[in-house]
């Protein structure tokens, strides 16, 4: 960017961030941060470290927060989060267990959630009153992204 005032080039930072959907089949795997507005679930998401690669920094996060192990990952989509300069990189990936064991710190709860309950949190039917993120936030488009693949 170029500063009105003085002309001078200015690179502002932006931080990496990985946002993954994890399946295992006909389940999606989805965490609850404390923060969240009541009764949202949503794709796990954590900051990239120096060196690490998109897939890497995602098995590390949902390992991390969730206890789950992931092995194939693959890109889906990007949204620049420009309030507090993020790239939000969203990833889809494969569980390859599923014993849930969340770290208290980083979520609330985590939990699997079939292809129908998924749908209900879109479209806000989920019985338990539980809801998906609205269309502005990638981890809506990646759920729905995951609901397409399966």
Excluded at 88 to 95: R, V
Excluded at 109 to 123: I, K, P, Q, Y
Aim: contains cysteine.
């Amino acid at each position: 960017r170029k500063c009105d005032t003085c002309t001078r080039e200015h690179f502002p930072r932006t931080d990496p961030v990985v946002i993954i959907v994890v399946y295992d089949g006909d389940r999606c795997l989805l965490g609850r941060s404390k923060n969240f507005v009541e009764g949202m679930y949503s794709a796990l998401a954590g900051f990239m470290e120096p060196g690490e690669t998109l897939e890497d920094a995602a098995r590390r996060e949902v390992l991390e927060e969730s206890g789950i192990h992931v092995g194939k990952v693959t890109y889906e989509l990007s949204q620049p989060w420009p309030f507090v300069s993020n790239l939000m990189i969203g990833l889809l990936g494969e569980a390859l267990d599923d014993q849930i064991n969340i770290d208290p710190h980083e979520l609330e709860d985590a939990r699997w959630f079939t292809r129908e309950e998924a749908l209900s949190l879109l479209d806000g039917t989920h019985p338990e009153g539980l809801k998906a993120p609205n269309p502005f936030a990638i981890a809506h488009h990646l759920l729905l992204a995951y609901l397409q693949k399966t």
